[in-house]
C-alpha cells in the first residue's frame, strides 16, 4: 500500500502530531495494514503508537468501528503478531466507551472470546517479530470489555481462567504474562455490584484444571497457573494505584490462597 500522504518514520520522529489534511478512512486503511507487519517497527513503534494515540484523543472516532471490525477479523489470520495486535487495537477503540455501539462490542467479544483461550503461540518475545504476548495483550482487552459490556463481567473472569490453565501450553510465562493477567483480573473484579460468589466462583475454573495433579514434573500451563495466582495474590493484597482493593478481595485472596497450597503445602 502506497503511503504517498503519510510519512511515517517522520510521524514518529516527532511524537506522533495528528495528521489532519489526511483522511481518516485513508489513515485506517494505513494503519490497519501497517498493524500486520511482521517488522516491529512499522507494526508497533509506528502503527500501534499511532493509532493508541490518535484512537484516545477522538481523531479516530468516524473510523473506530472499522478498525475494531478489522481487528477483530484478525484474531484468525495465519500470523501470529497479527492475531496478537488485534486485542491491543480492541483495547484501546473500547476505551473510547462513548462511541461504541453496544452491538459493535458485542461482535468483537464473540470473536476475542472463541481466540483467547485457545491461542497456542503465546510467547512474549521474538528476536524477529518483537513484542507478540498475545496472553497480556489479551488480558488488556478482557479488561476493556469488561467496561464497555458489564454483563460479561463473570464470563470474562473465567475466560482468564480457561487461558491460565490451557493445558495445550508448552511457553512459561516469562515477560510478565501473569501480572498483566493478573491486573486484568483485579480490574473486573474491582467493578462495582459483582457478588462475592460472582468474585469467586470463576476460580472453580481452575481448581477443575489442578485436580488430580500429583508428583512429577510441573507442567507449561500448571507453573503458569501458578505464577499467576501467586500475582493474583498480590495484586489483591496490595490493591491497585489507582482503583485500590476490589470489593471482595479478602475472599478472592482466601481462594487463590487454598489453591495455591496445592503446590506449596507449607503454607500457613
Do not use: K
Not at 14 to 30: M, T
Not at 81 to 106: D, I, N, S, Y
Not at 108 to 116: E, L, P, R, V
Not at 236 to 244: K, V
Amino acid at each position: 500500500m502506497s503511503t504517498d500522504l503519510v510519512r511515517w518514520p517522520t510521524i514518529a520522529a516527532q511524537g506522533f502530531p495528528f495528521p489532519d489534511a489526511v483522511p481518516a478512512s485513508r489513515l485506517r486503511d494505513e494503519l490497519s495494514a501497517m498493524l500486520v507487519s511482521p517488522d516491529p517497527e512499522v507494526r508497533d513503534a509506528q502503527a500501534y503508537t499511532a493509532a493508541a494515540r490518535w484512537i484516545r484523543e477522538g481523531h479516530l472516532d468516524e473510523v473506530l468501528e472499522d478498525l475494531g471490525d478489522t481487528a477483530a477479523e484478525r484474531f484468525t489470520h495465519p500470523e501470529i503478531q497479527a492475531r496478537t495486535f488485534a486485542p491491543l487495537v480492541l483495547r484501546c477503540v473500547l476505551t473510547r466507551g462513548h462511541a461504541v455501539p453496544a452491538a459493535a462490542a458485542e461482535r468483537w467479544y464473540a470473536a476475542f472470546s472463541a481466540w483467547y483461550p485457545s491461542e497456542r503461540d503465546t510467547r512474549g518475545w521474538d528476536d524477529s517479530l518483537g513484542w507478540l504476548h498475545a496472553v497480556a495483550h489479551g488480558a488488556d482487552a478482557a479488561a476493556a470489555f469488561a467496561r464497555v459490556l458489564p454483563a460479561r463481567r463473570v464470563a470474562l473472569l473465567e475466560l482468564c481462567a480457561h487461558r491460565m490453565t490451557a493445558a495445550d501450553a508448552d511457553y512459561r510465562y516469562a515477560q510478565l504474562e501473569d501480572a498483566r493477567l493478573a491486573h486484568a483480573v483485579s480490574r473486573i473484579l474491582l467493578a462495582p455490584g459483582m457478588t462475592a460468589e460472582q468474585a469467586t466462583g470463576w476460580l472453580n475454573v481452575v481448581a477443575d484444571a489442578l485436580d488430580g495433579g500429583g508428583p512429577g514434573p510441573v507442567p507449561p500451563w500448571a507453573f503458569n497457573t501458578f505464577a499467576t495466582l501467586q500475582s493474583l495474590h498480590l495484586h489483591l493484597t496490595r490493591g491497585l494505584a489507582d482503583g485500590g482493593a476490589p470489593p471482595h478481595a479478602s475472599v478472592v485472596a482466601a481462594r487463590v490462597a487454598a489453591l495455591l497450597r496445592l503446590p506449596y503445602s507449607w503454607l500457613a
